[in-house]
């Protein structure tokens, strides 16, 4: 009310703005531009800086690929090791219940590591590297620690993955399942405005630090429906225990209003690429899970159902069916699975911090309101 209208006058009536388009979980709205990776859903295509996933998991490490996203440089020997845990790191970590999931473990520590960094804006490459050198051994040591065994420093000498599985196990790992694991984190790097990278974006265009940001993704990440399916994927597929199972669990599982694991995504409407990368990996291990063979049935059967399901949304295989059987192979525990996906994410995620702060507006989409009209509190 305004100093001139007089007392007892009745307030104009509100306008109700007309509803604008509204396209629920932001399907089809394009709320970014980037030059980091390319998602091409409808040919099953994934492209870094223009490179083939697949060239890349043939070719190139994970450190390699890590600098290709922040530099847009190709050094196909570009070498990272893991960085040493800040002593507050390591307090926080040991005072955590030896039953905290490692998601959980994982973003805490990268919280802790924030504080006690001095990360300036605009977030910067060099900081980008120095906390995708220092998760994996945050996660190693928290595995150690829920143990009741000592974390281990990082050897400079190796590279991140095959760094991370020495300050895993205490033991240097095989030369195949360094690889095996390695190519897991090239297919796990960057894909997109996916859920969790969009929360990185949208806390770095606060101009929040590049910590916070990947805190905030790592929460985002830990959803089932994003990164919590290959943990899942390995239930379902000893649940289904034979192949001659796989139809009937299929359906009944679809029936009861489940969700397969590991099928199904936002934008791919063709077979998953990174699917594809994985499945060659998995088959090629020297340590495969003895389950491999029913999963490739359990795959068959699901295709198909989802197929006479759906004819018209094509449901195919996504990355985290094949991303089971690589991480058992390589030794982990499937609890360590979500967090392993946040580890290899983490290029992608600071990536796209640096591409947000560089030409940043902060992300501040609208809401068409709902709620009751205006109105007056109850006497
Ligand atoms: N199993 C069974 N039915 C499914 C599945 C599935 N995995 N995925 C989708 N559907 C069904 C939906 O229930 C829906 O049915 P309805 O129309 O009868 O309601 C229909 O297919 C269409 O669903 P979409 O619109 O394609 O699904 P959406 O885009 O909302 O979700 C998602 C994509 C979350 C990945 C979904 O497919 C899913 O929950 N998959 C299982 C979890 C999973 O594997 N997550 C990992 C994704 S990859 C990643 O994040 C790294």
Known sequence: ??????????????????????????????????????????????????????DLVERGTYPAVA???????????????????PDAVLTTLRALPSTAKPMDALRTAVSVWGATQKLEWPPTPEQARALTAFSPSALAAFARIRQGLEP???????DLVPGFLYQLNGTPADAGTARALDAYFVVGAEHGLNASTFTARVITSTRSDIASAVAGAIGALKGPLHGGAPTEVVEQIHTVGSPERAEAWVRETIARGERLMGF??????????????LRQVAESMDHKPDWL????????????VLAELHPDRPL????EFYAAPVLQGVGLTPDLFPATFALARH?????HVL??????????????????AERDLPA
Request: net charge negative; charged share 20%; hydrophobic share 40%.
């Open 347 to 351: 290029a992608g995620w600071t990536a």
């Open 316 to 319: 195919k295989t996504n990355v």
């Open 293 to 304: 063979a029913l999963a490739i049935a359990v795959e068959d059967v699901a295709l198909r």
């Open 152 to 158: 281990i420093e990082p050897d400079p000498d190796l």
């Open 1 to 54: 009310m305004t100093d001139s209208m007089p007392p007892d006058a009745a307030p104009p009536e509100a306008a109700t703005p007309a509803p604008r388009p509204y396209s629920p979980g932001l399907e089809g709205v394009v709320a970014a531009e980037t030059a980091l990776g390319y998602v091409d859903g409808a040919a099953g295509r994934l492209l870094y800086r223009g490179y083939r996933i697949g």
């Open 67 to 85: 600098n290709l996203l922040w530099t847009g440089e190709w050094e196909p020997h570009h070498h990272l090791p893991t960085a040493a845990v």
């Open 355 to 372: 591409e947000q702060a560089a030409s940043n507006r902060i992300i501040r989409p609208d809401a068409n309101y709902t709620g009751p």
């Open 264 to 277: 199904g995504h936002r934008v791919y409407r063709a077979y998953d690429p990174r699917a594809k990368a």
